[in-house]
């Protein structure tokens, strides 16, 4: 089978990666183009790597599906892109609301709603009549109405996957899908054991990345559509 992977220089997107090569998938490895040692080390696993610095921007994604006319078609598409501070979880958590960057908010909408659908409109016509998306969300959803924790100020964070979460119900229901029988799977874990959160304060419990990786896995070889949270 050939997979296209967006976000492959993050935690999830690299052990996802590696696992297709192991199965003896053919895989193509999307990186921003920064990351050049990355690149290096995908490319030594034997992932075709190719760049595109910002999945949100339109023109960006549709040169990027461009390099791929006239070739084989994706069976698979992965969108695991995500974002990792330099001081990880807690800087990701630390602003209420009220003291919230707009640039945050604004990037984990480019993440986590524009993103993917730009990459649902130019690339599905790179994936083969039958084929899929692997869209990655969070479990963080499941806390709606319930009182977060008081160092988790993630409302912002919650409230842009809760919105990516109605895109893809109405990718699902797209014409264009139906008609090429696309599945669109959604893989929700909550928080996963990466370097992300390897700074206090932790998670007492998390989903192994392993784990998150056999998941989307096993979507990308389902023949029904695949909708799960992993929680630990």
């Known amino acids: 089978m050939k997979y296209l992977v967006f976000g492959a220089a993050g935690s999830i997107g690299g052990v996802l990666v590696r696992q297709l090569l192991s199965a003896g998938h053919e895989v193509i490895a999307s990186v921003r183009e920064r990351h050049v040692r990355v ?15 910002d999945v949100s921007d339109l023109d960006q994604v549709k040169a990027f599906a461009a390099r791929f006319a006239g ?3 994706f069976d698979g598409i992965v969108y695991a892109v995500g974002h990792c501070p330099p001081k990880g979880f807690p800087e990701a958590i630390k602003h209420p609301l009220s003291q919230l960057p707009l640039a945050e908010y604004l990037h984990e ?19 083969a009549d039958g084929g899929c998306f692997v869209f990655m969300s969070s479990a963080i959803t499941r806390l709606k109405g319930k009182p977060f924790p008081s160092f988790l100020h993630a409302h912002h964070h919650a409230g842009v996957i809760g919105a990516g979460d109605w895109l893809v ?3 699902r ?4 899908v139906a008609k090429r029988g696309i ?3 959604r893989i929700a ?10 700074i206090e304060p932790r998670v007492p419990k998390m989903v192994p990345i392993a784990t998150v990786a056999e998941r989307i896995v096993f979507a990308l070889g389902s023949p029904v559509v695949v909708d799960e949270q992993l929680v630990p």
């Open 39 to 53: 690149e290096e080390e995908l490319s030594e696993a034997g992932a075709q790597v190719a760049a595109v610095d």
């Open 71 to 73: 070739e084989r078609a």
């Open 109 to 127: 909408i480019n993440m986590h709603q524009i993103g993917p659908l730009v990459v649902f409109q130019q690339m599905a016509g790179c994936v």
């Open 169 to 171: 119900d109405g990718m």
């Open 173 to 176: 229901e797209d014409p264009m």
């Open 183 to 185: 599945k669109i799977h």
């Open 189 to 198: 874990p909550a928080a996963v054991n990466t370097p992300f959160h390897d």
